[in-house]
């Protein structure tokens, strides 16, 4: 049994809020982007979309507790050299199962004393999975409807060990940008600029959907559009709020600056439909919710008030152009981007990182005596950060799609697309022929189908 003095380091309110933020971020993929998925896509193909945001969620994870951890926070890897950009792109691969990653004091190692917390490595290593959980069922937004389950699987894999924690260990695991000053509070870059390039080099290289779903492309379920996107919104209190890696006043600063942020480019993605003469539809509303939590995110505990609200406005505005204008243009009018997401996330968190450069505000203090001032020398950074995140992003996932592709189809067949759910999963989201579900090889002697209720009833001769 572990003695007292082995738990020194813990402060109880900063892990009850580390793991507490953790769960809220665990909720925006299971069952936020799950429902959300579900309900945006037609309906035949809900149980697929959703389907493939779990078996994302559950992939990472392994992969995460097995090496990819410590790939992206753990120490440097130098096989190729001891300084310099190939000496801190990457952390030593290993399992965070023992006992000391579980009981011992959460530690970053390439950020020196700065990376020793004050809970305990499990509560940092299941925090971190959480948003390497996540940014996959980002990506996917982009190729739903025409991907091979089959070969989601192994690019799940393959993407969050190769990409994921290569970006992760440069801006947050004490890598080379880290080095140089570029700053990405809670995944601008990492997660949400990654996710929508990568995206998009997914499906340009896998293909468009079918003609008749691109043309006739309406929700199944609205309802469960808003539920999926109020998990986010709500969620992403955990998202930034627990980047501080304590319960101090930064996390306080960072959820409200989210939810400025966000309310702002909302309403103002809403002022736009009003100025282009269209409708306010809850689905571009939900786009412009998700570009101020997306916008935010590199920047909201460097940030004070005033500076959320101008990244939320003028993320929504841009976005907005672009997702209704620039679409228009080549390459994006070539490429069947289901969600939109090279838009909502890509460009979003590129010019989240950007305008952080900007107006990072040196007053507020993410732990005392550490802050980030806003000034050409940081925007430079944060413009070089972001080019590779963009560059290094497409081109891994464009091989690995490549080398998937070698093995298993990475497109569903026609077939298959012509069918949807009950092709590839066995059943759909609202059974047309409930009894038949229970009874696939046909109905007993003893039961018959219910005239009412379309459940079933004794047979009058039983």
Not at 73 to 101: A, C
Not at 304 to 317: D, E, F, Q
């Amino acid at each position: 049994m572990l003695a007292a003095t082995a738990w020194s380091y813990l402060n109880s309110g900063d892990n009850a809020w580390q793991l507490t933020a953790a769960t809220f971020v665990g909720l925006m993929s299971v069952p936020g982007l799950v429902v959300l998925y579900g309900g945006v896509m037609q309906k035949r193909w809900s149980v697929n979309s959703m389907m493939l945001a779990f078996v994302a969620f559950a992939i990472i994870l392994v992969e995460w507790v097995l090496y990819g951890f410590k790939m992206g926070f753990g120490n440097p890897w130098h096989g190729l050299s001891h300084s310099g950009f190939l000496g801190n792109f990457i952390g030593q691969p290993g399992s965070s199962l023992g006992h000391h990653d579980l009981q011992g004091q959460g530690d970053i190692p390439a950020l020196g004393s700065a990376g020793s917390l004050t809970f305990p490595q499990s509560s940092l290593v299941y925090f971190q999975f959480v948003f390497a959980g996540i940014t996959p069922i980002l990506m996917l937004g982009s190729v739903l409807g025409r991907v091979n389950f089959k070969a989601w699987i192994p690019f799940t894999l393959l993407w969050g060990s190769c990409v994921y924690t290569i970006n992760a260990f440069l801006l947050w695991g004490g890598g080379w940008f880290a080095q140089k000053g570029a700053v990405d509070f809670s995944g601008g870059y990492v997660i949400h600029l990654s996710a929508g390039i990568s995206g998009f080099i997914a499906a340009w290289v896998i293909g468009p959907r079918l003609a008749r779903d691109r043309e006739v492309d309406a929700p199944n379920n609205l309802a469960m559009v808003a539920v999926g996107a109020g998990l986010l919104w709500l969620g992403w209190n955990g998202f930034n709020g627990g980047d501080p890696y304590n319960a101090g006043a930064d996390a306080a600063t960072a959820v409200l600056n989210t939810n400025l942020a966000t309310a702002v480019a909302f309403l103002t993605w809403v002022g736009c439909d009003y100025a282009t003469k269209r409708k306010p539809s809850l689905i571009g509303s939900v786009n412009g919710m998700i570009v101020g939590l997306v916008a935010i995110t590199p920047a909201a505990g460097f940030v004070n008030g005033w500076g959320a609200m101008i990244i939320g406005v003028v993320a929504s505005i841009l976005v907005y152009v672009a997702y209704n204008y620039l679409a228009l243009l080549r390459p994006f009018r070539s490429v069947d981007d289901t969600l939109g997401v090279i838009y909502t996330h890509g460009f979003a968190g590129l010019f989240g990182g950007l305008l952080t450069g900007l107006l990072a505000d040196s007053a507020i203090q993410v732990v005392p005596g550490f802050s980030v001032t806003g000034s050409l020398h940081l925007l430079k950074w944060q413009a070089l950060a972001g080019l590779w995140v963009i560059v290094f992003s497409g081109a891994a996932t464009f091989v690995i799609l490549k080398v998937v592709g070698l093995f298993v189809p990475l497109r569903m067949s026609e077939e298959d697309m012509e069918t949807g759910d009950l092709a590839v999963h066995g059943h759909e989201v609202y059974p047309s022929d409930i009894p038949s579900l229970a009874f696939p090889h046909g109905f007993p002697a003893e039961v018959t189908p219910s005239v009412a209720g379309g459940g079933v009833a004794p047979s009058p001769s039983a």
